[in-house]
T-cell receptor
Framework: NAGVTQTPKFQVLKTGQSMTLQCAQDMNHNSMYWYRQDPGMGLRLIYYSASEGTTDKGEVPNGYNVSRLNKREFSLRLESAAPSQTSVYFC???????????FGQGTRLTVV | KQEVTQIPAALSVPEGENLVLNCSFTDSAIYNLQWFRQDPGKGLTSLLLIQSSQREQTSGRLNASLDKSSGRSTLYIAASQPGDSATYLCAVSTDSWGKFQFGAGTQVVVTP
């Protein structure tokens, strides 16, 4: 039972490089999310997708773009990585009523 | 803006003691509240989900209460074990889409 799968698990980027974080869920959920987690802080919402074909900004969207490729997949792209984007990134999915969230194992990204 | 606070930030108890973890939120108009467990370097595991119409939820040794009027939730873990050592996060959603606002977490150590 895979749940929410994120790739890669670890990544080191140089400042200015680009990359895409991949996320897929097999629970047939409509909603998907990208969060970042920094030391001493709670998870903060970057972008979310309430349903296939829609995306909206969360609390900290600057420097990121997303694509809801289909119902299963939701990717997060860093066009020009900055050291401030060093973080652990989590993808999550949920279904409405009530929205119980399920999380992937995270991607640990370091930008040098 | 909804703010979620978890106090204390860290807690150490001897095995067998009951754990009491606190979560407070500033806006009582929540849709639901979810408690998670996070092990070092891992993703988030859902423990309990409390809908806004509920006062508590129970699962095994875990019990979570919700008092919307005072903006508080408490997670009780009975007869703690070393395997309960982890960081516990609470998150509240204010809409049916499941966009969660997270607390920074309480790091728990249970000593044998």
């Amino acid at each position: 039972n895979a749940g929410v799968t994120q790739t890669p698990k670890f990544q080191v980027l140089k400042t200015g490089q680009s990359m895409t974080l991949q996320c897929a869920q097999d629970m047939n959920h409509n909603s998907m999310y990208w969060y970042r987690q920094d030391p001493g802080m709670g998870l903060r919402l970057i972008y979310y997708s309430a349903s296939e074909g829609t995306t909206d900004k969360g609390e900290v969207p600057n420097g990121y773009n997303v694509s809801r490729l289909n119902k299963r997949e939701f990717s997060l792209r860093l066009e020009s990585a900055a050291p401030s984007q060093t973080s652990v990134y989590f993808c999550a999915s949920s279904e409405m009523g009530p929205p119980e969230a399920f999380f992937g194992q995270g991607t640990r990204l370091t930008v040098v | 803006k909804q703010e979620v606070t978890q106090i204390p930030a860290a807690l150490s108890v001897p095995e067998g003691e009951n754990l009491v973890l606190n979560c407070s939120f500033t806006d009582s108009a929540i849709y639901n509240l979810q408690w998670f467990r996070q092990d070092p370097g891992k993703g988030l595991t859902s423990l309990l989900l409390i809908q806004s119409s509920q006062r508590e939820q129970t699962s095994g040794r875990l019990n979570a209460s919700l008092d919307k009027s005072s903006g508080r939730s408490t997670l009780y873990i009975a007869a703690s074990q070393p395997g309960d050592s982890a960081t516990y996060l609470c998150a509240v959603s204010t809409d049916s889409w499941g966009k969660f606002q997270f607390g920074a977490g309480t790091q728990v150590v249970v000593t044998p």
